[in-house]
């Protein structure tokens, strides 16, 4: 439980149930190995949380933005090469669970596992306390000044 509340202080987010921060990070291959769920449905759930979150925000900030436009701001936010500065400036991958194999080949510093996890946190921490959270998680991370 150690690497949970590492990681919570890195997020500046306190999880009322550790287990879903731990689900958060957890690869299918450490998943497989260890038959546990793995973060996937968390990850499905916060894509969609980030982009409604990110579309309000972008909707309410460009009043007079036409709907291509703010596609394009939404687009440059929300990508997986966004995800993945975001989670290395967090350093999420020395947080991940990850199955021997997929650590021993560099799965930690893999954009695609690092992107994964960052939504699948977004996921947990609406599960957690609610669209507010993530909303101040959201905002914290891909809007600062």
């Known amino acids: 439980m150690k690497r949970i509340g590492e990681c919570e202080k890195v997020l500046g987010y306190r ?4 287990s ?6 957890t690869h299918s291959s450490f998943a497989y190995e260890n038959n546990l769920p793995s973060n996937e449905r968390m990850e499905f759930l916060g894509d969609a949380i980030l982009e409604l979150v990110v579309s309000d925000i972008l909707y309410r900030k ?3 933005a036409a709907e291509g436009e703010l596609t394009e701001k ?4 929300v990508n997986g090469k ?13 947080f ?15 954009s695609s596992n690092l992107a994964n996890a960052l939504e699948a946190i977004i996921g947990a921490i609406f599960l957690d306390r ?15 000044a």
């Open 62 to 64: 460009y009043l007079q």
């Open 20 to 25: 879903r921060l731990k689900e958060a990070l």
């Open 15 to 18: 999880f009322r149930r550790k």
């Open 82 to 94: 966004k995800l993945t500065v975001i989670a290395r400036k967090l350093s999420l991958g020395k």
């Open 74 to 77: 939404r687009a440059s936010l």
């Open 96 to 110: 991940l669970f990850l199955g021997k194999g997929e650590d021993a080949q560099g799965g930690r510093e893999l």
């Open 130 to 144: 609610g669209l507010r959270a993530a909303t101040r998680f959201i905002k914290k991370e891909f809007f600062k």
